[in-house]
């Protein structure tokens, strides 16, 4: 009896951990574990008998290793502690931190929803995450990453330090928030770190922690930041060099411009291609005064002043191709067409008044085009006052917000005139202005883009128009489902103030005739939801400065 049992046991002394998880692994009909099997029992139960025995094994033969000495003491943190309520809040918003979507009630709150609110509005008061939650806020932050800016800075120093001590939050000592709070320990101004700490985490980063320090870097200093992209430039994948280039577009400089140069010749098309934009976007470069000549070889005013003229590139040379312009059109654009929107895309938008008689841009974009290059015209202008933030040419091309919105049934050029692109060059007030004209004039189905350029909280009139539009698709038994986009941005953007306002709106309507089947529940219920999101938001903030 003893020999038989105490057999396996000891031919399963000498198997391998490593020989037992592969047979596990790949499972023990591909496999034959290197154990041995008792009667009337089968090989699976054998494996799992054998690993059973080797953890014990592996276990007791640990022996006795010296204490590690403590961490060193957690840094102190200057910053005010939460008001008692809103520490609550906080907590309340992490326990239920998950992906944001409805959860419970269809007229409750979306509280994962609030939580990027919470936190910068927390950060803009200047205080300090409770310690005890200081675990589950870098929990929170792993992971949704729209959330670790602002966590970490609600985090400060005492996050980072315990980041340390968990290998799960490491993320945290890589991408640390930029501007507000504490800096990283691995970036300048941090305190701890220095040039070859940056430069270390340049060269061993994942590639988002790259963009993230380049982006950073760039804002601090823009010649440091190019200097970093610069030293690995030529080594980089393609893939890789596109988004480095691309993150240079917020804290574009003059001094960029040799570097961009050399990047118009780089193997990647996609790279010329947008070393070309950023190069459009630096009016005085001399890739804009290349293109401007072109330009100016191609359109004109007329004798009498009455119309513009177009001449169109007839080939698309190898200076052109150098610069960036793409010698073939997509799918139904013809090439001259194509080849004259790069041109006047890329040329410094105040060469055109300087050509057509110190004509302003609303008067330029006024006049009558020739031979129906109408479309393509405007088209690159409006493509040209986004790249050079023009708010003169921005507001021309908009046009008045009581226009016909643009559909995708009109010609492919004037497609291109994106009203939510070209209001970025506005002011945030100009902006929320226009689109609550916007939509006094045409309702919320052409919106939700607009809606989403504008600044948080939507400033008056805009909130109103919201609201206002709102009520009229609710009394007049629209699809309720089509607002869903809408109702969702409102709940985020609307200024609490509203509240009371929409109070009102959460009865049970009577639904019109014709009215889509259940209109008036979902209209009620959203509503109710909408109400209830606002109060909160406005109680979070009452919490926080202690109102």
Not at 32 to 53: E, S
Not at 394 to 414: D, F, K, N, V, Y
Request: glycine share 8%; hydrophobic share 45%; with cysteine.
């Amino acid at each position: 009896m003893t020999s038989t049992s105490t057999a396996p046991a000891a031919e399963s002394a000498h198997v391998s951990w490593d020989d037992l998880v592969a047979a596990a692994l790949l499972g023990t009909e591909r496999r034959t574990p290197p154990v041995a099997v008792r009667p009337g029992q089968d090989t699976p139960a054998a494996l799992l008998d054998a690993a059973a025995l080797s953890t014990v094994r592996r276990r007791a033969g640990l022996r006795p290793a010296p204490a590690r000495p403590g961490p060193a003491p957690a840094p102190e943190d200057p910053r005010p502690p939460l008001p008692p309520a809103a520490r609550s809040r906080l907590a309340m918003l992490l326990a239920d931190r998950s992906a944001p979507g409805r959860s419970g009630p269809r007229s409750a709150p979306d509280l994962a929803e609030l939580l990027p609110q919470w936190l910068a509005l927390a950060n803009q008061h200047g205080y300090r995450a409770p310690d005890a939650l200081l675990p589950t806020l870098l929990d929170a932050a792993r992971a949704r990453t729209d959330l670790r800016p602002e966590a970490l800075t609600l985090g400060g120093p005492r996050a980072l330090w315990l980041a340390r001590l968990n290998p799960d939050w490491k993320f945290a000592l890589r991408g640390g928030p930029p501007g507000r709070g504490t800096a990283p320990a691995s970036e300048p101004g941090g305190g701890a770190a220095d040039d070859a700490d940056v430069r270390r985490q340049w060269e061993e980063g994942l590639f988002a922690e790259r963009v993230s320090l380049l982006a950073r870097t760039r804002h601090r200093d823009p010649a440091a930041g190019l200097a970093l992209l610069d030293g690995t430039w030529s080594a980089e994948r393609a893939e890789d060099r596109l988004m480095f280039l691309d993150s240079l577009r917020d804290d574009l400089v003059p001094s960029d411009e040799p570097f961009l140069e050399q990047a118009l010749s780089d193997r990647s098309r996609n790279v010329r291609a947008t070393a070309a934009e950023l190069l459009a976007a630096l009016p005085g470069s001399a890739f804009a005064a290349r293109m401007a000549e072109r330009s100016a070889a191609c359109i004109s005013l007329s004798p009498d002043g009455g119309q513009i003229t177009v001449d169109a590139p007839v080939q698309c040379d190898s200076g052109m191709q150098r610069d960036g312009v793409v010698p073939k059109p997509p799918s139904g654009r013809g090439e001259r067409s194509w080849w004259l929107s790069q041109l006047v895309e890329a040329t410094p938008l105040g060469c055109w008044s300087e050509w057509f008689g110190g004509l302003d841009a609303d008067r330029i974009v006024a006049l009558p085009v020739a031979d129906g290059w109408k479309g393509d015209l405007h088209a690159a202008w409006c493509r040209a006052a986004v790249r050079q933030r023009s708010a003169q040419w921005s507001r021309a091309l908009l046009g008045t917000p009581g226009a016909p919105p643009i559909t995708a049934g009109e010609p492919a050029p004037a497609v291109w005139r994106d009203p939510a692109k070209l209001l970025s060059a506005l002011s945030p007030a100009e902006r929320a202005q226009w689109v609550a004209d916007f939509i006094a004039s045409h309702g919320l189905s052409d919106a939700f883009r607009l809606l989403g350029v504008c600044a948080v909280p939507w400033a008056e009139p805009l909130g109103g128009a919201v609201v206002d539009a709102l009520d009229i698709a609710r009394d007049a038994g629209s699809y309720p489902w089509s607002f869903s986009g809408i109702m969702g941005l409102a709940e985020r953007c609307l200024d609490p103030a509203q509240a009371d306002r929409l109070e009102v709106l959460t009865a049970l309507p009577d639904e019109p005739e014709g009215a889509a089947p259940g209109a008036g529940g979902y209209w009620s219920e959203a509503f109710q939801r909408l109400v209830g999101t606002l109060r909160l938001r406005a109680a979070m903030r009452s919490e926080l400065t202690g109102g």
